[in-house]
């Protein structure tokens, strides 16, 4: 079989594009990782536009520097972040009333 790159070999199987490392689950997790990272990117952009970025959604104090620096989308100050992580056992904390 022929391709634009060139002639299929034994080692290239006709995959779809899909690669042969590539098992569909991993392809799906990817995909769900993209589409929650744009969607992240997405309400961020939202709190550009509303004058609220940096300014956590939970608390509404400041989201520190350094936050930001390492995730320019976050949407929470470290310490909301901290009370939402999960807890040993699988609990989850409560959200604010």
Same mark, same amino acid.
């Given at each position: 079989? +022929?391709?634009?790159?060139? +002639?299929? +070999?034994? &080692?290239?199987?006709? %995959?779809?594009? @899909?690669?042969? /490392?590539?098992?569909? %689950?991993? $392809?799906?997790?990817? *995909?769900?990782?993209?589409?929650? +990272? $744009?969607? !992240?990117?997405?309400? !961020? $952009?939202?709190? *550009? /536009?509303?004058?609220?970025?940096?300014?956590?959604? #939970?608390?509404?104090?400041?989201?520190? !520097? &350094?936050? $930001?620096? /390492?995730?320019?989308?976050? &949407?929470?100050?470290?310490?909301? !972040?901290? /009370? @939402?992580?999960? #807890?040993?056992?699988? %609990?989850?904390? &409560?959200?604010?009333?």
């Amino acid at each position: 079989m +022929t391709t634009a790159e060139g +002639t299929l +070999t034994p &080692s290239q199987p006709d %995959d779809g594009g @899909q690669g042969p /490392d590539r098992a569909p %689950d991993a $392809l799906v997790e990817e *995909l769900d990782g993209a589409e929650a +990272t $744009l969607a !992240a990117v997405e309400a !961020a $952009l939202a709190r *550009l /536009d509303e004058g609220a970025y940096g300014r956590c959604t #939970r608390c509404g104090g400041p989201v520190e !520097a &350094s936050v $930001l620096e /390492d995730d320019p989308a976050a &949407s929470h100050c470290q310490a909301c !972040a901290h /009370d @939402q992580a999960p #807890r040993p056992g699988g %609990d989850t904390p &409560s959200p604010p009333a």
